[in-house]
Antibody
């Protein structure tokens, strides 16, 4: 059974950087593309980024392009999201999710909360 | 960017009733649409993908239909555990986007 555990969230000041991790177990990690999706407090879901299973292609939402970088380390079964130049509107719960190649996030973690404060 | 619009915002129903949720796309996305369920404090759960295919372990009371720009999620008879927020999501092109959600609440 797939288990995804996000970590690295916390309170960070406007304009600073933060890195998130997502540890996967119960799957052959290198077979899966991976997504990051976020949710502002009391709001809906917003897709953030995606990396192919082989790491060769990466896609980003316009709202984070040029500021966020998605990467992966298959030897550690871990997905990363480096977030720079953080804004107040980046506040929310960040979820990682697997993608077997369908284009849909299929199994999700419980999320990690990022709060950007002034 | 493809915009997904969900309707209604809130659906108030009783257990045993039928729920019909709608999702409209701003341009044709063929059948490249998924539905998710989210309960408070939890990550979303994939219910339906490619408009009408049930994900692994999803009960038969959940069904999806539609193509092009108009899609529907139907819950044939609401169980107590079905009261939650439901989102649609497309994979027609990049960036992926989600609809704003429909909350199904107990009447």
């Amino acid at each position: 059974q797939v288990q995804l555990v996000e970590s690295g969230g916390g309170v960070v000041q406007l304009g600073r950087s933060l890195g998130l991790s997502c540890a996967a177990s119960g799957v052959t990690f290198s077979d899966y593309g991976m997504h990051w999706v976020r949710q502002a407090p009391g709001k809906g879901l917003e897709w953030v980024a995606m990396i192919w299973h082989n790491g060769k292609n990466k896609y980003y939402a316009d709202s984070v392009k040029g500021r966020f970088t998605v990467s992966r380390d298959d030897s550690k079964n871990t997905l990363f999201l480096q977030m720079n130049s953080l804004r107040a509107e980046d506040t929310g719960v960040y979820y990682c999710a697997t993608d077997i190649g369908s284009g849909y996030p299929d199994s999700w973690g419980q999320g990690t909360l990022v709060t950007v404060s002034s | 960017e493809i915009v997904l619009t969900q309707s209604p915002d809130t659906l108030s129903l009783s257990p045993g009733e039928r729920a019909t949720l709608s999702c409209w796309a701003s341009q044709s996305i063929s059948r490249y649409l998924a539905w998710y369920q989210q309960k408070p404090g939890q990550g979303p759960r994939l219910l339906i993908y490619d408009a009408s295919k049930r994900a692994t372990g999803i009960p038969a009371r959940f069904s999806g239909s539609g193509s092009g720009t108009d899609f529907t999620l139907t819950i044939s008879s609401l169980e107590p555990e079905d009261f939650a927020v439901y989102y649609c999501q497309h994979r027609g092109n990049w960036p992926l986007t989600f609809g704003g959600g429909t909350k199904v609440e107990i009447k």
